[in-house]
């Protein structure tokens, strides 16, 4: 009797740890196109990433980049102070977006061009994402807000 209930817990116990990997397999699946690294343009001008490879860049617009006039298409040039990447974006740009700005742009590295899908940019004067304030503060060009 005590074999048999030895025998059911450990088939229990298999079944369960099979459905444990099988679910964390299938949630690691389901989310690897979800989850986009943050780069800075020094960190892609060091270490270029594949083409294939979706991820996320921000820093500050360069002065004098902004170009637009190919229909929707926006070219500009963003950078950390380090390195500038040059990017283009097809669409409609956030009414906040403007040169020596904080943005955030989700896409990839074609060619050493950033394509970006989509184009994020500050709130308001003091806000700017955590990661271009840290990748800024990196390269020792950050500024605090309200200061010169």
Not at 4 to 31: C, E, P
Not at 58 to 68: K, P, W
């Amino acid at each position: 009797m005590k074999t048999l209930k030895k025998k059911r817990r450990v088939q229990v116990i298999a079944i369960a740890a099979v459905a444990l990997i099988a679910a964390t397999a299938l949630i690691g699946y389901g989310m690897r196109d979800g989850i986009n690294f943050f780069r800075s343009p020094s960190q892609v001008a060091a270490e270029p990433p594949a083409p294939t490879e979706v991820f996320r860049i921000g820093g500050l617009v360069e002065a004098g980049s902004i170009r637009r006039g190919e229909g929707e298409t926006v070219r500009f040039t963003v950078t950390d102070g380090g390195a500038s990447v040059p990017v283009t974006f097809t669409g409609i740009l956030p009414d906040l977006f403007a040169e020596n700005q904080g943005m955030v742009g989700t896409g990839s590295l074609r060619d050493g061009v950033f394509e970006a899908s989509e184009i994020l940019a500050k709130h308001d004067e003091d806000y700017m994402p955590k990661e271009v304030v840290d990748a800024l503060k990196e390269q020792g060009v950050y500024q605090e807000p309200g200061g010169s």
